[in-house]
């Protein structure tokens, strides 16, 4: 397992972009799959994005608007997300597991998440 912290979550104007970030701890971030959930109040969890080697993948509403990627200098992912949208709301968590999976239970570490708030 590895320890991962989200952060860069905050409120934006629909319209506007925010970058998360997914930091691993102690381990080395690159070894692993990492995926991006989300999860808005009164909805399950959804799969947003993941990253995996050059496997990259995005859930259809978010395609054309996030961007995931990998510093792995900074052992760090990060979801680039633009043209954010009301229905963006909600706590977005990172994960990592062996391969890139839309099935939570494919991923064995988990962060605490970060709430993404999106509203004029």
């Known amino acids: 397992q590895v320890q991962l912290v989200e952060s860069g979550g905050g409120l934006v104007q629909p319209g506007g972009s925010l970058r998360l970030s997914c930091a691993a701890s102690?381990?080395?971030?690159?070894?692993?799959?990492i995926g991006w959930f989300r999860q808005a109040p009164g909805k399950e969890r959804e799969g947003v994005s993941c990253?995996?080697?050059?496997?990259?993948r995005y859930a259809d509403p978010v395609k054309g608007r996030f961007t995931i990627s990998r510093d792995n200098g900074k052992n760090t992912v990060y979801l680039q997300m633009n043209s954010l949208k009301p229905e963006d709301t909600a706590n977005y968590y990172c994960?990592?597991?062996?391969?890139?999976?839309?099935?939570?239970?494919?991923?064995?570490?988990w962060g605490q998440g970060t709430q993404v708030t999106v509203s004029s």
């Open positions: 102690e381990f080395t971030l690159d070894a692993y799959a």
């Open positions: 994960a990592a597991g062996p391969v890139c999976s839309w099935f939570q239970a494919d991923f064995s570490s």
């Open positions: 990253i995996w080697s050059s496997d990259r």
